[in-house]
């Protein structure tokens, strides 16, 4: 009599016959050795080299906040209103559909500047917080991305590639890494309940693991009620009924992954398990009752409204005590092609307390050392005027060759790193493209990002294809 093994094997090698026949014996052998590798993916690659940071907290300001109005100080920009900015400038740079059929006219900050820190680093005056701690912050003003548009540039930003399908930042360090704390996600994503943030939506694919194994995919928390769903037993369930039935799943799953040998059961297996020990996990995380006043009094009084972007700050720092791996917020609305003088002020108001907080927090309780916090957006605004010179509503374009972003702690050295020129068009000193960017946020994590690599379709990827530079001299 046959055996039930045998039977399935029988199925899957007529599932795969044609496929394994087109590319001969050689190629099916490798097929297997590849899924046996696979098979294992939980286990972390380790460091290639001490690292300065464990955890990473990212402040994704979707949507592109204006660098000509926060951090690139442009003084001598305004004598150039309402002139068509030169070809020697422009230098044939693309604009989008937006503005095309317009002239490019510049004109300068429409916000004022101010000194802060011992430093006098000049910043918006609309991001006093941010001045209080601007000695602790590496302030880089020359980013640079090869993408235009905001879905293709944020993809670019978090996965190395403007395409989807790429495994996202977070999802690589858990699986480069592994995570500290087995009852939580290695990688949790929190997003600010914005109202009118405009059309720029926030794709799950942004935290994806790509082709990486399942468990490395980011988990958002929500802000309402249950921060994930069917975390809590529904009614007449208690936690050992829960715990017999889950014990029960998994026998039937282990079965099936002794006879399929599919990497993705291990997966699933997995986070059964981990969604049962968060049952106990989230709920401490997310009561915020033993909070102080004086903590509230440091991040906003918005930061007992769940959902907001001071609230999910705080979230931050608890999720960095617990050692969460990487953690991403995403606040969304900074697309201001028109209205931009209000907008960016609002949105300056709403993230530029709780930001400053978060450091100090981290700080006073001696986690900035070993924390990277990263704020900024996919790209940076034009500084040609999109609408009329003079109306309330104008706005500015996407502009992908030169923003600001700032770091602090995590193994960074506070200062001013890059510039750009009079226009605040070109990066003049100190280009860091996006690849950059992430072989050094990957070096300070301990990686080596051309040795972090996965096989997938008969070739290596890594996070920064096969690109980027670690910018030493941001390095303390």
């Not at 996202?168 to 360090?173: D, M, Q, T």
């Not at 009329?388 to 702690?409: L, Q, T, V």
């Amino acid at each position: 009599m046959m055996n039930s093994f045998s039977e399935h094997q029988r199925e899957l090698t007529r599932r795969h016959l044609f496929g394994m026949a087109g590319y001969g014996i050689g190629a099916a052998a490798l097929m297997q050795l590849d899924r046996a590798a696979t098979a294992n993916e939980s286990v972390s690659v380790g460091l290639h080299h001490p690292p300065r940071a464990k955890r990473i907290i990212h402040l994704m300001m979707s949507g592109a906040p204006s660098q000509i109005e926060t951090f690139d100080h442009k003084p001598d920009l305004k004598k150039f209103n309402g002139t068509e900015i030169p070809d020697s400038i422009r230098m044939g740079q693309r604009v989008t559909g937006m503005t095309k059929n317009q002239k490019q006219l510049v004109h300068g900050s429409l916000h004022g500047f101010k000194r802060y820190g011992k430093s006098g680093v000049m910043l918006s005056e609309h991001l006093p917080h941010t001045g209080a701690i601007i000695d602790d912050l590496c302030l880089i003003k020359s980013v640079s991305t090869d993408q235009i548009n905001h879905a293709p540039a944020m993809t670019f930003m978090l996965t190395g590639h403007q395409i989807p399908g790429r495994p996202s930042l977070g999802s690589w360090l858990t699986y480069g890494l592994g995570s500290e704390n087995s009852d939580l996600p290695g990688y949790i994503v929190l997003a600010s309940q914005v109202d009118n943030a405009g059309g720029q939506p926030l794709y799950d694919y942004y935290w994806g693991p790509g082709f990486l194994p399942g468990q490395h995919q980011g988990v958002m928390l929500r802000s309402e009620k249950d921060p994930v769903l069917y975390l809590n037993n529904p009614p007449g369930i208690n936690d050992s009924m829960r715990r017999e039935m889950l014990d029960r799943l998994n026998r039937i799953n282990q079965q099936h992954h002794d006879t399929f040998g599919d990497p993705e059961i291990k997966t699933r297996i997995a986070q059964y398990e981990l969604a049962y020990r968060m049952q106990q996990s989230v709920p401490d995380l997310t009561d915020l009752s033993g909070e102080t006043q004086q903590t509230y009094d440091l991040y906003g009084e918005d930061a007992r409204v769940p959902g907001t972007f001071a609230a999910n700050c705080l979230l931050a720092r608890r999720l960095a005590e617990r050692d969460v791996r990487y953690i991403q917020l995403f606040h969304p609305g900074w697309d201001h092609h028109s209205d931009i003088d209000a907008k960016l002020k609002q949105y300056c108001n709403a993230t530029d307390q709780a930001s400053a907080a978060l450091v100090t927090d981290l700080k006073q309780r001696g986690l900035l050392d070993d924390t990277l916090v990263i704020w900024g957006g996919e790209f940076g605004r034009s500084p040609v005027i999109q609408g009329k010179i003079g109306e309330s509503n104008a706005g500015r374009d996407h502009h992908p060759r030169c923003f600001s972003i700032w770091m602090a702690g995590g193994g960074v050295k506070p200062g001013v790193f890059g510039a750009t020129d009079e226009f605040s068009f070109n990066v003049t000193e100190g280009k860091v493209h996006i690849h950059d960017l992430q072989a050094t946020i990957l070096h300070l994590m301990g990686i080596d990002h051309e040795r972090l690599t996965y096989r997938h379709q008969g070739r290596a990827f890594r996070l920064t294809d096969v690109h980027g530079h670690v910018v030493k001299e941001i390095l303390a």
